[in-house]
């Protein structure tokens, strides 16, 4: 997992070859302004999400993991909170192959991170991690799905 501003996003090229068109991409599309909805970068391996989601406190949230994509989430107009729970310490739990999630519910996360907008969250198929924990009713974020 990672956590850091938007501005450091350069800085995790290296990480993953499509990281640079994830940065290239939020450059060149003001992520506000784009509409709710998937908006394909690269067909197949590379998409982002804009969504307008349920604000959850940390009770309601279900932790989640991926094996094929990695996710990069920016709340976009509100804090969002993150709990997470290494992989290694979930219990196995079926896994939905369709949709590349497994999800653990009636689990509190080990701990949790804050993420405000301008910042962004990294989450690698070894990190477990419960979304939309928010104080408000509804947070709209982006989420880019990176193929492993």
């Not at 497994?102 to 070894?126: D, H, R, W």
């Amino acid at each position: 997992m990672i956590i850091d501003t938007l501005e450091n996003l350069v800085k995790y090229e290296s990480l993953h070859p499509l990281f640079k068109e994830v940065v290239a991409f939020i450059d060149q599309h003001p992520l506000s302004q784009l509409a709710e909805g998937k908006h394909v970068i690269k067909e197949g391996e590379l998409f982002v999400n804009i969504q307008t989601a349920k604000g959850k406190t940390p009770d309601e949230a279900v932790i989640e993991t991926h094996r094929r994509m990695i996710d990069i989430q920016i709340p976009l107009d509100s804090t969002e909170t993150y709990g997470y729970t290494p992989l290694c310490n979930l219990p196995a739990t079926p896994y939905n192959e369709e949709k590349d999630i497994t999800k653990y519910p009636n689990l509190i996360a080990e701990s949790f991170i804050e993420c405000q907008p301008g910042m962004f969250a990294v989450f690698f198929p070894q990190d477990g991690h419960a979304p939309c924990i928010a104080a408000v009713p509804e947070i709209r974020k982006a989420i880019f799905k990176v193929k492993v």
